[in-house]
């Protein structure tokens, strides 16, 4: 069966470092890979998706980055976190991109103080 | 306009009852529609997919789909306190090839 991992659950930084966000899924081979943000009252904004490795699709301007180093893993970074990038961060995977379902990890609940 | 739009709630209805989760959209083109459960503090979870006009059952669950009036709703029977849950609807767009998701219902049920 597939599985998703995302790391860390929760994480307090302050403004102007960096970030770096991890995602890996298990028992399955190229799968499309997102990046989402919860906002406190807003719903799922997607910040980016990637089809294979290599290949990022950024849907928002921001001062955030992603990676895809191997087939499974997908990262998202910063380098400098301003106190807007606050939220829930989302890792979700699925088998043909969008027209399927959704399957997310745990999350993380970032803080910028 | 909102692409998908929810009444963010809460709605409240006491265990046993049936409880109904409305979802508009926008976008004429949208081919796919989920339902997803969120528990506060935690992920998103697939807990029904509709693709055609009409009603869908699992369980406890009905998904009804009117694409005529861009409608796409949510029932839940004999709800349980388990219930308890934000239900976020999301909805994938031809025309956009993405999928875009409401802000959420948040339903409590009611012991």
Redesign the interface.
């Known amino acids: 069966s597939q599985t998703i991992h995302q790391w860390p659950a929760t994480l307090v930084q302050p403004v102007g470092s960096p970030l770096s966000l991890e995602c890996t899924v298990e028992g399955t081979s190229n799968p499309n890979l997102y990046w989402y943000r919860q906002a406190a ?4 904004q ?1 910040l980016f998706y990637s089809v294979g490795i290599g290949q990022i699709s950024s ?1 928002v301007p921001q001062n955030l980055s992603a990676s895809r180093p191997q087939d499974r893993q997908f990262i998202l970074s910063s380098k400098k976190l301003l106190l807007s990038d606050s939220g829930f961060y ?1 890792c979700a995977w699925s088998y043909t ?3 399927e ?7 993380t ?1 970032l803080s910028v103080l | 306009q909102k692409e998908v739009e929810q009444n963010s709630g809460p709605l409240s209805v006491p265990e046993g009852a049936i409880a109904s989760l409305n979802c508009t959209y926008s976008d004429r083109v949208s081919q796919s529609f989920f339902w997803y459960r969120q528990y506060s503090g935690k992920s998103p979870e697939l807990i029904m997919s509709i693709y055609s006009n009409g009603d869908k059952e699992d369980g406890r669950f009905t998904a009804q789909l009117n694409k005529a009036s861009q409608y796409v709703s949510l029932l839940i029977r004999d709800s349980q306190p388990s219930d308890s849950a934000t239900y976020l609807c999301a909805v994938f767009s031809g025309g956009y090839q993405k999928v875009t998701f409401g802000t959420g219902t948040k339903l409590q049920v009611i012991p």
């Open positions: 009252g807003r719903g799922l997607l849907e989302l991109p969008y027209t379902k959704l399957f997310f990890g745990s999350g609940q």
